[in-house]
């Protein structure tokens, strides 16, 4: 007789499904304007960007999209203050963007960049995280989103003592961080610094909302958390009524190709090297998507799946969910019904003859 108990009713609205910055399916939507600065590229050109973003995005029924930290170019370059007034100038555009994401139910965020460390021990470093947190923030703010938009950033570095690294993460907070970044910062573990267990430290200190990430729970969980327990107590740092999101990728398996000098001719050779499990997949491996969901039923958050083909991970990943996993499905609001829609949309971007070109901005 099986002891499975009857799951618990889904949650009201779909669970969102989301993918970061590039549009791996319509290249010709640049995630944010590229020029260089000799250019003058504006924050008004990537939100033009935007909005075609989030027609496509509409079109395939995606309901999460991650932004680019480079959306306004040049705006925290301390040696070019001609940049630096491009948020505030752009109130009406950035208004317009979120009134569009807010009317299609598109949950949009920021993760600011590896050069956003909060608990380094060199003031100038933190002095200029600040800044980039706060130009996210005031961006999210005028484009008057909801608490769920949010900014997500990492612990930083360890400097040879985490303990020390995570209480000066803890004074940051306390001491210098506006108002309007404290209310947008989510904090995310990695894969090999700190840890859910560091994270949990600092929530209980500051109160800032956290991230859980699959990947990086498997590659850096010294402390031999259950998965289950883990990702409970991550989600309960939001408040109620906000939905979390979490992070899911699965890890390279592939051998990779690197270039390297021969000995003696120092000459390039292509060679073959293992992956690292820290690297991220082309795809989501649907199989341990799947078993990640079975393990958090009941669990309600967004999901945004960081593999390196962006919105073609998420667009194979739905039809396989459907084959492999009704019950996965059925809380993503992927029902029967939708299956033939679904697989032609993967043939349209995924089949031999439709293959899209992968080379270009990342």
Known sequence: MSTRQTPPAPAATPLRLGFPVKLMGAPDIRSNDTRRWQQSPHLKVSLEYMDRALDYLDRHDIRMYRLSSDLAPYATHPDMP???????DSGAELRALGTKAKALDIRLSF???QFVVLNSPDPALVE??????????????RMELGPEAVMVIHV?????????????????????????????????????RFSVSDILWIHERTGVRLIFDHQHFWCLNPDGHDMRDALGKVLRTWPEGQRPKVHFSSPRTEMREIKRKEKGTRKLKTVLVPPVNTGHADFCNPFEFITFMRIAEGLD???????????????????????????????FGLEASKAPALEAE???FLAEEGAVAVQGES
């Open 82 to 88: 001609q940049f630096h007034s491009m948020v505030r």
């Open 111 to 113: 993760h600011p960049s």
């Open 128 to 141: 200029k995280s600040i800044w980039d947190l706060s130009s996210q923030a005031e961006m999210l703010d």
């Open 156 to 192: 930083g570095g360890t400097y040879g003592d985490r303990e020390a690294a995570n209480a000066r993460w803890v004074e940051i907070w306390d001491n210098k961080l506006p108002e309007h970044v404290r209310r947008r910062l989510v904090l995310e573990h990695d894969d090999l």
């Open 301 to 331: 958050f967004d999901v945004m799946l960081e593999a390196k083909v962006k919105d073609l991970a998420l667009i194979r990943l739905r039809p396989d969910l459907l084959r492999y996993a009704p019950d996965v499905a059925q809380r």
């Open 346 to 348: 993967e043939q349209e």
